[in-house]
C-alpha cells in the first residue's frame, strides 16, 4: 500500500530556512504522474505549493516562487520541499500528495488531481 511520510516541519524565524522530506514507498513515479507538496493553515482552505512531474516539470504557487525549491532523490523515494525566506504566511500544515492516474501537461497545483496524502507535518514561521 503507497505510504507517504512527511518530516522536516519546525518553528523558525522569519527569514530562516526548512527542508522538509516526504519518504515515498509502494509507489511508482510513472510517466505522467505528479507528486508535490500542499500546505493548509488554520481557517483556509488547502493549496497547492509546489508540484513535480515524473519528467522533472515543476509548477509553483505564484506566492512561493523563489523561495521554494522541490526535488527529489535519484531513487526518486524521497520527495523534498526546500524553503527558505520564509515568512509568516507560510505558517501552514505542509502535505505531500501524489497522483494515481497520469496527468497531461505541466503538473497541477489543484489538489484535486492527487489521490495518495500524507499526514503532514507543521512549519510555524514567528515574525
Known amino acids: 500500500q503507497v505510504q507517504l511520510v512527511e518530516s522536516g516541519g519546525g518553528s523558525v524565524q522569519a527569514g530562516g530556512s526548512l527542508r522538509l522530506s516526504c519518504v515515498v514507498s509502494?509507489?511508482?513515479?510513472?510517466?505522467?504522474?505528479?507528486m508535490g507538496w500542499f500546505r493548509q493553515a488554520p481557517g483556509k482552505e488547502r493549496e497547492g505549493v509546489a508540484v513535480i512531474g515524473s519528467d522533472g516539470t515543476t509548477t509553483y504557487a505564484d506566492s512561493v516562487k523563489g523561495r521554494f525549491t522541490i526535488s527529489q532523490d535519484n531513487g526518486r523515494t524521497t520527495l523534498y520541499l526546500q524553503m527558505n525566506s520564509l515568512k509568516p504566511e507560510d505558517t501552514a500544515m505542509y502535505y505531500c500528495a501524489a497522483t494515481i492516474n497520469s496527468v497531461a501537461g505541466p503538473p497541477p497545483l489543484e489538489e484535486g488531481w492527487y489521490y495518495y496524502w500524507g499526514r503532514g507535518t507543521q512549519v510555524t514561521v514567528s515574525s
Open positions: 509502494e509507489y511508482t513515479f510513472s510517466r505522467g504522474r505528479c
